[in-house]
């Protein structure tokens, strides 16, 4: 009943503005600009919001009732989505959204509602209004505040009992970092003029390649531009306002193997507008190169379990890094009860060779000229993004960290990131690794086979792309990792041709196989894509030269099986829609 009260209470106060000062904030909107209409609607609501929940009614003389920290996080986003298949377009959309999450902060830093697993407790997310009308931003806030404090205020009577009751925590840092207000107003990007007829057109041209194989039993291309903006302000002074341009062309292609196995292959191309995405020359080969090592595959042979010399090419290490370092050096993982802390007791030991050194810097908006996916200005708690040195020379220096303090660093660099309606935490942008020991292409490809020739091995392999992987983090099961590779050869120490296999999974724990790097390639590749975690699915990039593993251990992936289609496709060039008698 106190908390209803409350929410009641500060509703009735909310409300109390007169018809005809909402009508003149109206008409002053309209002679504004957007994005100083949405701002001044954020400040408004956000300030009267701090200067009134839990100071008035009954509770007013208790200060734990009092917000100490709210911010309101607006992404407003302009979309554009093509798909085509089989040379016909399967959608196409536009489409303008906006939606606001609501922090808010009961206690103090020290110790607040996010406590312990409680950390959700503060974000609440609702839709805004998408026309640019002050008193219906104004209300839809008001609303969401006053749902998101009773939330926040129940929760923090729960952290407070369960503090009384449990064991004293093994990290005992505050909950919250106190941080200067920041002040950045970068220009809202603008929506990109996107002449879908046109790109309709193309991606229908460019889909209906696929049917000239038979073989690939699914596929589609996919075009998407998003023009988004974020709008934060919060109660200790900032006002950030950050674009995120992202365009990207997706090419995917499946097929099955006689034996049930389900095998696909995918490209992405990134770029800040449509303008930036490559040329059809270069798609039609893209679109051929991948048809072909779909058709490959499909006939190849199925890997036996394997530990033994590989070297994973500079994107395979990039995802590899990622998925087996990167989320390890992530800050919240290293406190916490159910957290496995791999690495956080090794500040200042070395975890890699001493020849290997990995920063993240989502400051850099691209590599080589390929736009990457982690680029951003400032973080999701509006804090301004930093080149972090997370290793030097094989040392661990820091952790990557949102607003939530660890007990070895208390302050925020720059990398607290989330999807809208998740409360931010630390998170990778641009993972980029480095190497003083590198050799030539040919070289590494002549040690991997003098490496299998020691070891007594028949051969080695060659990983040249990897799709995706996870890492299990959590101490109550193994520290493992999982990384799923789509192009795998094997390299002969005979001088036989190197041999396409598949069903290949590349498994084990970071620490042994972090140390098994032997030397590395002289070039760097990128891997951009979008990483899903507690704090939700967001863009980044991995940079890393290919690596040459002394040992390696792959199983045998998960195997289907359903048959093959029956019945053949339909000829390449069959018009009428007849079957074809093929």
Not at 106 to 134: C, E, F, Q, Y
Not at 276 to 299: K, S, W
């Amino acid at each position: 009943m106190p908390i209803r009260k409350l929410c009641m209470t500060a509703a009735v106060f909310f409300l109390a503005a007169s018809p005809a000062l909402l009508l003149a904030e109206a008409n002053a909107a309209a002679s504004q600009p957007a994005d100083t209409v949405l701002l001044d609607a954020m400040k408004k609501e956000l300030h009267r919001a701090m200067t009134t929940l839990g100071k008035t009614g009954s509770d007013a003389a208790n200060p734990a009732m009092t917000p100490y920290f709210m911010s309101y996080d607006v992404a407003d986003a302009w979309t554009t989505s093509i798909t085509a298949q089989y040379g016909a377009v399967l959608n196409s959309e536009q489409g303008h959204s906006r939606d606001v999450d609501v922090q808010v902060r009961i206690g103090d830093p020290k110790l607040d509602n996010t406590h312990g697993t409680h950390r959700s407790s503060a974000i609440n997310s609702v839709t805004l209004p998408l026309a640019d009308d002050i008193p219906a931003i104004e209300h839809t806030l008001w609303w969401a505040t006053n749902r998101g404090y009773g939330n926040a205020l129940a929760t923090y009577l729960t952290v407070k009992t369960e503090t009384q009751v449990r064991a004293k925590e093994e990290d005992t840092s505050p909950d919250f970092s106190i941080a200067p207000p920041v002040t950045s107003i970068e220009p809202a990007v603008k929506p990109a003029t996107v002449d879908r007829k046109l790109w309709e057109e193309k991606l229908s041209r460019l889909s209906g390649i696929f049917k000239q194989y038979p073989h690939v039993f699914s596929s589609s291309i996919s075009m998407s531009v998003q023009d988004e903006t974020d709008y934060l302000v919060s109660s200790e002074g900032s006002v950030v306002t950050t674009p995120y341009p992202l365009t990207r062309l997706i090419i995917f292609c499946s097929t099955r193997a006689d034996d049930g196995m389900d095998l696909y292959r995918e490209e992405t191309f990134e770029a800040r507008t449509p303008d930036g995405l490559p040329d059809d020359a270069t798609i039609t080969a893209t679109i051929n190169r991948l048809a072909r090592e779909l058709e490959a595959l499909r006939v190849a042979p199925v890997t036996q379990p394997f530990n033994g010399p590989a070297i994973l090419s500079g994107r395979a290490a990039a995802v590899f890094f990622h998925e087996v370092l990167g989320h390890r050096l992530e800050g919240q993982r290293q406190r916490g009860d159910e957290e496995g802390q791999t690495f956080t007791k090794d500040l200042g030991k070395q975890i890699l060779p001493p020849f290997l050194s990995v920063s993240d810097n989502p400051t850099l908006a691209s590599f080589n000229g390929i736009a990457l996916s982690g680029h951003y200005s400032h973080d999701d708690e509006g804090q301004p993004a930093r080149d972090v040195d997370l290793i030097q020379n094989g040392v661990l220096k820091t952790f990557l960290m949102s607003r939530q303090p660890i007990a070895s660093f208390a302050d925020s660099n720059g990398h607290g990131r989330a999807q809208t309606g998740y409360m931010p935490t630390g998170r990778q942008g641009n993972l980029i690794v480095s190497s003083t020991n590198q050799v030539p292409d040919a070289k590494l490809r002549q040690m991997l086979i003098d490496e299998a020739k020691k070891q007594g091995k028949p051969y080695g392999l060659f990983f040249e792309d990897i799709s995706s992987g996870f890492a299990v983090t959590t101490r109550r099961s193994p520290q493992a990792y999982s990384v799923v590779p789509l192009m795998v050869y094997r390299v002969y120490v005979d001088g036989r041709p190197d041999e396409l296999v598949r069903g290949v999974s590349i498994v084990g724990t970071p620490l042994a196989s972090l140390n098994r790097i032997v030397v590395t390639g002289d070039k760097q590749d990128v891997f951009n894509g979008d990483c899903g975690a507690e704090s939700g699915s967001i863009p980044v990039s991995a940079i890393a030269p290919a690596m040459l593993v002394s040992e390696m251990e792959t199983q045998k992936q998960a195997q289907g099986t359903a048959k093959p289609p029956i019945l053949p496709p339909p000829a390449a060039d069959n018009s009428t829609g007849k079957e074809s008698a093929k």
